[in-house]
């Protein structure tokens, strides 16, 4: 099956700055990717699409200018989560869509802001 | 808009027992509903899915049946082994391209030997 694949895997960064998170479709172009945040004992939740060449579509709730995503190119979704604090400590995982429509999850990011 | 629930919520079965999931999504749009299994800090794995113009899928020991009428689907394990235990999530499509998912809130399952 597809690959994605997530860097960081996991992050702690200091509340207030700012945390990059790649996403990486490796053996497939991917034109839409997701990302999603799962909190502990939790489901998970869709945050945004991703869409390449064109701007991200935020579900209801979800800041847009807290949480940046770039998708550069056909293998490529970044997140960026600005100014972090305590409570956007999470899981993040991607996904993306292959030819055959079907999805594939990235290995998640486990981000811790103190 | 979609709203998926999802039953229940913790299942303890005897290994070689059969468990059953049970979902109900709200948006009649939806036509495409994959199941994923997590384990603790892993990513969710497919483990079987089912479109709309099927009522029933079966893969070894695990199947997925969907009526479409009730809005409701189902996951079926039989012959449950402990390394079946793990959260299950079952999932809906929504969106304009119905490539978007909704996911319910999951089910621990745990298969005691």
């Known amino acids: 099956g597809a690959v994605v694949s997530q860097h960081p895997s996991r992050v702690i960064c200091k509340s207030g700055t700012s945390v990059k998170i790649e996403c990486r479709s490796l053996?497939?172009?991917?034109?839409?990717m997701f990302w999603y945040r799962q909190f502990p004992k939790q489901s998970l939740m869709l945050m945004a699409t991703?869409?390449?060449?064109?701007?991200?579509?935020?579900e209801q709730g979800v800041e847009k200018d807290k949480f940046l995503i770039n998708h550069a190119s056909l293998t490529l979704s970044t997140l960026t989560v600005t100014s972090a604090h305590p409570e956007d400590s999470s899981f993040y995982i991607c996904?993306?869509?292959?030819?055959?429509?079907?999805?594939?999850f990235g290995p998640g990011t486990r981000l811790t802001v103190t | 808009g979609e709203n998926v629930e999802q039953h229940p919520s913790t299942l303890s079965v005897q290994e070689g027992d059969s468990a059953v999931i049970k979902c109900t999504y709200s948006?009649?749009?939806?036509?495409?509903f994959p199941w994923y299994k997590q384990e603790l800090g892993k990513r969710p794995q497919l483990i079987i899915d089912?479109?709309?113009?099927?009522g029933e899928k079966k893969d070894q020991r695990i199947a997925v049946t969907l009526n479409k009428t009730a809005k409701h689907f189902s996951l079926h394990i039989t012959e449950t082994q402990p390394e079946d235990s793990a959260v299950y999530f079952c999932?809906?499509?929504?969106?304009?391209?119905?490539?978007?998912?909704?996911f319910g809130a999951g089910t621990i399952l745990r298969v005691k030997s």
């Open positions: 948006d009649s749009a939806s036509n495409y």
């Open positions: 053996d497939f172009q991917a034109t839409t």
């Open positions: 999932a809906a499509s929504i969106g304009e391209y119905g490539n978007k998912l909704v």
């Open positions: 089912i479109r709309s113009n099927v």
């Open positions: 996904s993306a869509i292959d030819r055959e429509s079907e999805q594939y």
């Open positions: 991703s869409n390449e060449g064109s701007k991200a579509t935020y």
